[in-house]
């Protein structure tokens, strides 16, 4: 599942990708990845789709993305696209399965926008309403901005994953962050204070560029979820293994319907 280092890194291929070219070519092969307004409903695409779609980028050469937490505002002159990968979408030049939308090049070249859940999309939109889409119930970017306080009883992780406190952090990220700041998942939020409030502020840059730095390049982007491939982090998807700090046993435990890996030994109450 994309977040925000792969987001980011979505932003940075696509603006690579489409440097010094225009998009002359629409092709949309399911209307309901583009949609009114950002939303992970399916049933909410426009049958008017690739007519909106024309109309922001046929209009203008594209500049870089614009990216907050895990949502990217694509310029095209006065108007934009907001892009949302969801859970499974992605940009590609690759010829892909599930296949949504498809920009032809100037240069020759495609980009395919494919999402086999169909929880990503694309929103047509302007200048004036873009910037605000692209942040509306989004909480301070979490790269870019300070950690907020983190008030509340529900446990730190499941706080962290909340966008609306912190935009860009998902599952594998904040659990890693919280290893990183020794910080136990489970632990209130509003008892997250001081130093453990700064400790973890630190991790999480720390974990976000690690993250960047690993997904640096122009190659085609893989998820850590994807069949075969690497997964270079410490904790994730790893219970049973010794931690590579202590050697205790990694755990496994449910939280908010998603899988957290931990280590008791390192994160303790």
């Known amino acids: 599942m994309p977040e925000l280092p792969e987001v980011d890194f979505c932003g940075r291929r696509l603006a690579n990708w489409t440097a010094g070219s225009r998009v002359i070519d629409v092709e949309v092969f399911d209307a309901r990845s583009v949609r009114a307004t950002r939303t992970d409903r399916p049933t909410n695409g426009?049958?008017?789709g690739e007519a909106r779609l024309r109309e922001v980028v046929l209009n203008a050469p594209p500049s870089p993305p614009?990216?907050?937490?895990?949502?990217?505002?694509?310029?095209?002159?006065?108007?934009?696209?907001?892009?949302?990968?969801?859970?499974?979408g992605r940009w590609t030049r690759l010829i892909a399965p599930h296949a949504k939308v498809r920009f032809h090049l100037e240069n020759g070249t495609c980009i395919t926008f494919t999402d086999p859940r169909l929880l990503g999309g694309i929103v047509p939109t302007d200048l004036d309403d873009g910037p605000r889409l692209l942040r509306e119930g989004l909480g301070p970017d979490a790269l870019r901005d300070p950690l907020p306080s983190l008030p509340g009883k529900r446990p730190i992780k499941v706080a962290l994953m909340d966008q609306a406190v912190?935009?860009?952090?998902?599952?594998?990220?904040?659990?890693?962050?919280?290893?990183?700041?020794?910080i136990d998942p489970r632990a209130p939020a509003g008892e997250v204070v001081g130093d453990r409030h700064a400790r973890l502020a630190t991790a999480i840059r720390a974990q976000l560029d690690l993250a960047r730095t690993l997904?640096?390049?122009?190659?085609?982007?893989?998820?850590?979820?994807?069949?075969?491939?690497?997964?270079?982090?410490?904790?994730?998807?790893?219970a049973g293994h010794p931690c590579p700090e202590c050697q205790t046993g990694i755990e496994r435990m449910m939280q908010a319907g998603r899988s957290t890996y931990w280590c008791p030994g390192c994160q303790r109450a």
């Open 46 to 48: 426009l049958v008017e």
């Open 66 to 88: 614009e990216r907050h937490g895990k949502r990217l505002l694509w310029r095209f002159g006065d108007r934009a696209l907001l892009l949302h990968l969801g859970m499974t």
């Open 166 to 182: 912190v935009a860009g952090l998902g599952n594998l990220h904040a659990a890693e962050a919280l290893w990183r700041a020794r």
């Open 215 to 238: 997904l640096d390049g122009d190659e085609e982007i893989v998820y850590v979820e994807d069949a075969g491939a690497p997964n270079p982090f410490p904790l994730y998807q790893r």
